[in-house]
């Protein structure tokens, strides 16, 4: 069983930044492809950028240029710096990990961005 905890959601203006983390529980955290999702009120939950064991990213095409992820393995933490937010940006952000067949979501942190 892996824990996943988000931090760094917040109120933030138009153009402003934020970074959200995630750190999980367990000693394998490395070889877990680590994903960032979002759910804004009345939408499909979508994602957001993910992230490979060896590094290897994904973006949506909505994030690209905007948004990073990132992952520190020693610190079993993978982080999603936000740059240039958009009102359209705001929603419920979650962490996400998967193992093969094994997928954990974290309660998720909310993102506002409004002036």
């Known amino acids: 069983q892996v824990q996943l905890v988000e931090s760094g959601g917040g109120l933030v203006q138009p153009g402003g930044s934020l970074r959200l983390s995630c750190t999980a529980s367990?000693?394998?955290?490395?070889?877990?492809?680590m994903g960032w999702y979002r759910q804004a009120p009345g939408k499909q939950r979508e994602l957001v950028a993910r992230?490979?064991?060896?590094?290897?990213?994904n973006y949506a095409d909505s994030v690209k240029g905007r948004f990073t992820i990132s992952r520190d393995n020693a610190k079993n933490t993978v982080y999603l710096q936000m740059n240039s937010l958009k009102p359209e940006d705001t929603a419920v952000f979650y962490c996400?990990?998967?193992?093969?067949?094994?997928?954990?979501w974290g309660q998720g942190t909310q993102v506002t961005v409004s002036s």
């Open positions: 367990g000693s394998i955290f490395g070889i877990y492809v």
């Open positions: 996400r990990a998967d193992l093969g067949s094994r997928v954990y």
């Open positions: 992230i490979t064991s060896g590094g290897i990213t």
